[in-house]
């Protein structure tokens, strides 16, 4: 009998409609379009500006899409994983109500929090649970409502982020295709340098966190380059040798989309031509959880069965890693 790998089957996507650009963020805060560009690579970023709707909102959209795409039974879910740093609410899981709400209600449920290395862990949880042989199919979304926790007056934070979801359904494959190896990493050394310092079981909300603008990310801006930089090429090249590869093996870098500048260098450590490289922060920003299957989603048409995907991802904590993925299916064209 061949050993089970948990391949990706189906992608989906949502972002919502509204368009923040950077001419727009010119008029809200001190920066400019050239500023911008030069030091991140993004020229909008899109927002979920709609009252009352949060991250579920996102994931249910894009869960649904992949549902509709692919001609999933819902019914036939067994679990429901939602990587995200922005849950709708504290103790009730995000991922349970997402999973009611698209019709998975044979499927457990649950919430993955590694900041931007969220939806890469997820990853390894879903392969892990298709793996044992337990389970047939595992939903993981990737969804983040990052202008919920952004301070809009601070220019070193709300030019970066922005509001996404991204879909992937794992199934049992029998011909070698699908996850082939993980390398995750994490260091407490990071948990100053990229944070909210309130909300917490720490410093729970109070008139004064909520004065204090507490309740909004703050980000050392020049210590987490650094560490993601030189991290996120490190994980890669180790994938690269544990699994004999070369740079002529690697028919896609699907990296976390944080910074273009962080992109290139990763890609430059591995001397990867940049048509191997997916890039979408010039439109989307970073969204943190949902980066890596945005990229998925856009890029899908493009990968053909058996090619050799390596992601990786940098995130708050820190946390950081690489999985190598072969894909298992020829997308199809209408």
């Known amino acids: 009998m061949s050993k089970i790998t948990a391949a990706i089957t189906a992608v989906g996507s949502y972002v919502p409609d509204f368009v923040l650009s950077n001419k727009v963020l010119e008029t809200m805060v001190d920066t400019n379009d050239e500023w911008i560009t030069t030091r991140t690579g993004i020229k909008e970023r899109r927002i979920l500006n709609v009252p009352g709707q949060g991250t579920s909102y996102l994931a249910i959209q894009a869960a649904n899409q992949l549902i509709t795409k692919h001609n999933i039974n819902p019914k036939e879910i067994d679990c429901v994983i939602v990587a995200t740093a922005t849950p709708d609410m504290p103790v009730a899981a995000t991922a349970v109500y997402t999973a009611t709400q698209i019709g998975a209600v044979n499927a457990f449920a649950y919430d993955l929090q590694a900041a931007c290395s969220s939806f890469l862990y997820g990853m390894s949880n879903a392969a892990a649970y298709i793996e044992s042989g337990r389970y047939k199919k595992v939903l993981l979304i990737g969804a983040d409502k990052m202008s919920s926790i952004i301070d809009y007056t601070d220019r070193t934070t709300c030019i970066i982020f922005g509001d996404g979801a991204g879909a992937v359904l794992f199934e049992p494959n029998n011909e070698g295709l699908g996850l082939q190896d993980e390398y995750l990493r994490s260091d407490g050394i990071g948990r100053a340098h990229l944070k909210i310092d309130a909300g917490g079981s720490i410093l729970p909300a109070s008139i004064e966190t909520v004065t204090n603008k507490q309740h909004f990310v703050f980000q050392d801006g020049k210590t987490v380059f650094k560490f993601a930089v030189s991290n996120m090429a490190d994980v890669c090249e180790k994938i690269l ?12 870098l699907v990296p976390h989309q944080a910074n273009m500048r962080i992109i290139d260098a990763t890609a430059n450590r591995l001397d990867l031509e940049e048509s191997k490289v ?8 970073n969204t943190t959880s949902a980066t890596l299957p945005l990229l998925l989603a856009e890029f899908e048409s493009r990968f053909k069965k058996g090619d050799n995907l390596i992601f990786a991802a940098f995130g708050g904590g820190f946390t950081w890693g690489s999985v190598y993925l072969k894909w298992a299916y020829n997308t199809k064209t209408n």
């Open 278 to 285: 997916l890039k979408n922060i010039e439109k989307y920003g």
């Open 241 to 252: 040798d544990r699994n004999n590869l070369s740079k002529r093996d690697i028919d896609w």
